[in-house]
């Protein structure tokens, strides 16, 4: 039979609506509160919620607003209330759930409703995961202010130090339900006319500019020209500052246009105590989505992650989050399982390398530095293949081998050949 979650903050509730469904067959879980349901919800993915509106810490509208924003409604949804009215039952049901009861509730009426609801089809189509599902994280709460006021008067709008997976949870914030959706630094082919106006009213992506290469470049130029014919927002994302743009090649007018309004990513480093919120939901996430093994956070792990120094800001928490759905050897991931895995990628960084000394130099010799370092490590990666170093660098060929020339680095006869 069906596994139950029953949320309500009266424990006679509770326990009469416990006693029936048990005896129906059904495996009960309890929850007095919300904070209580999301762990239940978290560790044993119910069939089935029967979820009270009027709750003392968070009402059961806005836990299920919380659970669709962050595509944990993956399991049909009943309301109940003893002070039920149209409104409510209206709102529940635009927001996701699927029926509602009101109390007292009659035996034969709450077989016959649950009986339903288990039947009832989720959609398999699973929602983005924007900022709305980090409602309880004030760094994020107050972001989404940000890229909302900013986003609501311009049509191009950049995210500083962001990029991949926090670039697209901003730009999918703003994305208008429904509306399409044109990742441009994903396509390697020319854009057209017929491309923007399928995409028209909706939104355009780029998950990091420092990545685009010479034709996605002119692709972004193109666009950038029929944004408000088409009645389209462009959202970008950069890790590096702009001037690395510049100084890649890029055309100094395409990137002040793209410099005109933007956001800047906060800094987790200053905001250590909202990884413990951040952490779960993303870890929910990647196993409702992407089929990781299903795990949850022990306490001890998220306070290892909170007390953790955030050099690599937000893209490091994601990648340490999605190591450790992989890794962890139990479903609980416990601090050891943080530590291991943060101690991992110290040891993997290079160590021959050290980063302070560039401060010490000179502006000329710490940029020479950096690009050698810079691209030493593209062409080791790709083994050489200068096809791909180009466009891992946004770099058009020619260009790149003079730049790997002027920095010394042996490129080989045949490279040299190809640059006579």
Partial sequence: ?????????????????????????????????????????????????????????????????????????TMPVVMMS???????????????????????????????????????????TKPPLTLDAFSRSPLLKDLKKRLEQAAANTSVLLLKSASGSIAEICARTLQAPKTPWLDLSASSMPLTQEMLENA???????????????????????????????????????SRPLTA??????????????????????QLSGHADDVPEIAPLVLTHLVERHGVPPRRFSSAALNALRL?????EWVELLAV???????????????????????RDSDAAPKSVPSLPLFNQ????????????????????ERGNMTRVAEKTGLERTHLYRKLKQLGLNLGRKVEELDQ
């Fill in 1 to 73: 039979m069906a596994q139950i979650l029953v949320v309500d903050d009266e424990m006679g509730i509770r326990e009469l609506l416990s006693e029936i469904l048990t005896d129906e067959g059904h495996s009960v879980a309890l929850a007095e509160n919300a904070a209580a349901a999301r762990r239940v919800r978290s560790e044993r993915r119910p069939d089935l919620v029967l979820l009270d509106i009027w709750m003392p810490d968070t009402d059961g509208i806005s836990l299920l607003k919380e659970w669709s924003a962050a595509n944990l409604l």
């Fill in 82 to 124: 003893g002070h039920g009215t149209i409104d409510s039952a209206v709102e529940a049901t635009r927001v996701g759930a699927v029926d509602f009861l009101e109390k007292p509730i009659a035996l034969q009426k709450l077989l016959q409703t649950v009986k339903k609801a288990l039947k009832h089809e989720v959609s398999s």
């Fill in 200 to 238: 028209s009213g909706g939104m355009l992506f780029i998950a990091d500019l420092m990545l685009m290469g010479r034709l996605q470049q002119k692709n972004l130029a193109f666009a950038l020209e029929r944004l408000e014919k088409y009645h389209l927002q462009l959202v970008a994302a950069v």
């Fill in 245 to 266: 743009l510049v100084d890649a090649g890029w055309d100094q007018s395409l990137v002040a246009r793209l410099g005109e309004v933007w956001v800047a990513l906060p």
């Fill in 308 to 312: 953790h120094h955030w050099q690599g």
């Fill in 321 to 343: 989050i999605r190591n450790l759905a992989v890794a962890a050897l139990e479903d609980e991931i416990s601090a050891e399982d943080v530590d291991n895995i943060l101690q």
């Fill in 362 to 381: 000179p502006l000329r010799e710490a940029r020479e530095a950096f690009e050698r370092q810079y691209f030493e490590h593209h062409l080791k990666n």
